[in-house]
Each structure stands twice: as C-alpha cells, then as structure tokens.
C-alpha cells in the first residue's frame, strides 16, 4: 500500500484564531483518506528575505521551509489581504522559495476567506508571485470563501457542511493534479 500523497497548508496570517487558520483547520479535519495534510507553522521565525543568505547552508528556518515544500505533493495556501496585496510576512515566505526549484511545477491552490468584494488584490500578487517559482496553479481549486465568526465552531473549525465539502474537493483536485491520485469516478 503506497503512502498518501501529503498537501502542504500554508496560512499567510500570523494572528491566532483567524478566518484563515480556520479554513486550513477545516481542511485538514475533512482531508478525505487517501489524502495526508500538515501545516506549517513557520512562518513568524523566517528570517528578513536577503538574496545574500540565499546561499548554502540555508538559515535553518529557511532549510526547514523549503523541505517541507519539497516533501509535499501540492500546495494550499490560505492568506489575508493587507493594504491591498499579501501580508509583508507571508510576502517574505514566498520570497524564500523563489531561490529553490521546490515549488516549480508543483499543484498550488488557495483559498480565499475575505468577505465579498475584498482580498483580491491578495489573489492577484499571490498568482503574479507563484508565476516567479514556476508553480503549477490549479485554478479549479482556488475557491473563495467568505469566513465569519458564525460560521467557525468552538475548535476552530468551519461548522458549514457545504464549506466543509467543498474543502474536502479542494485538496482532492490538489492531488489529483499532482498525479498522486487516479481522478475518482464520475459516472
């Protein structure tokens, strides 16, 4: 029995609690079976991007970063709109990556939880920056959806069953593009 092909979670907000890590909670909590999820949860000890430390060895966050990358068959980032484009740290993170070949060629989604006619200025840098690092943007699983604080249970958690649903799809066309799964059965 192979092993499940494993999606990277990326939140691009640093603030506990937000609609952003909601949804990536989400997510991992309806991952259908065939399907491994992890967060990762370095982004606050990322150094300042500097193309002078791009080098080898790597600053270990930076190392640590990249791996996980590198492990992961697809990417799905969730990330807040600040001043009309990504928040600087998350801005930082992808600054990172487009030293590596980790993210070239590989499935990357997002999902945006802003309210209606907000965060896509956020969109828009995230596919002009992902073009930078070759990534292979999955457009039928970059989804919006709105996330308020009624909708998000006591754990953390999008109570929605729709949502919820429609997570569960997101992160399988992830896999599916990564070729790390047979496409199910639409008949």
């Not at 080898?56 to 990417?75: K, N, Q």
């Not at 992808?94 to 309210?115: M, R, S, Y």
């Not at 604080?149 to 729709?162: E, W």
Request: hydrophobic share 40%.
């Amino acid at each position: 029995m192979s092993t499940p092909p494993l999606i990277l979670l990326l939140s691009g907000s640093l603030r506990a609690g937000s609609s952003n890590e909601a949804v990536l909670s989400t997510a991992r909590a309806v991952a259908p079976s065939r399907i491994r999820t992890t967060v990762y949860e370095g982004l606050a000890a990322l150094p300042h991007f500097n193309p002078d430390d791009d080098t080898d060895p790597l600053p270990a966050p930076v190392a640590e970063l990249r791996a996980a990358i590198s492990e992961a068959a697809a990417l799905l980032i969730c990330t807040p709109e600040y001043a009309g484009t990504l928040p600087g740290s998350f801005k930082n993170l992808l600054d990172w990556t487009v030293g590596g070949t980790e993210i070239c060629d590989k499935p990357v989604a997002w999902v945006n939880a802003a309210a209606a006619g907000r965060g896509q200025g956020a969109e828009d840098t995230l596919r002009m920056v992902l073009g930078y690092t070759g990534a292979d943007i999955v457009d039928s699983a970059c989804v919006r959806i709105p996330v308020t604080s009624q909708i998000v249970g006591a754990d953390g958690t999008i109570t929605d069953p729709q949502v919820r649903e429609q997570l569960g799809k997101v992160l399988a066309l992830l896999a599916e593009a990564g070729g790390a799964l047979p496409e199910p059965d639409r008949s």
